[in-house]
């Protein structure tokens, strides 16, 4: 069983940055993507950005193009998100995931997730 651990979660202000970064813990295996998604309160379940393991293909919503950078470092297994120019329409719980197959945008492509890391921005 791969177990994804999340950190970096926390209270930020509007237009402040966060780092959330993801490893597995225990036994790897051949990934193709590892992602990040995030659940608000109320609401459905939502891609934020993916990471093809092999090449580096990102894939990002719309919502946080251009504010957010994924990034990988494979050597650790380790999967980051770079949240810059943070909004009151980001605070959520952020779930890393990890796939072994595409496509890269959709949840039900990774059998893998983190317990979740909550991200908060104050006005």
């Known amino acids: 069983q791969v177990h994804l651990v999340e950190s970096g979660g926390g209270l930020v202000q509007t237009g402040g940055s966060l780092r959330l970064s993801c490893a597995p813990s225990?036994?790897?295996?051949?990934?193709?993507?590892m992602g990040w998604f995030r659940r608000a309160p109320g609401k459905e379940r939502e891609f934020v950005a993916a990471i093809r393991w092999s090449g580096g293909n990102t894939y990002y919503a719309d919502s946080v193009q251009g504010r957010f950078l994924i990034s990988r470092e494979n050597a650790k297994n380790t999967v980051y998100l770079q949240m810059n120019s943070l909004t009151p329409e980001d605070p959520a719980v952020y779930y890393c995931?990890?796939?072994?197959?595409?496509?890269?945008?959709?949840?039900?492509?990774?059998?893998?997730w983190g317990q979740g890391t909550q991200v908060t921005v104050s006005s």
């Open positions: 995931a990890s796939s072994i197959t595409g496509p890269p945008r959709a949840s039900s492509a990774y059998p893998y």
């Open positions: 225990g036994r790897t295996f051949s990934t193709y993507a």
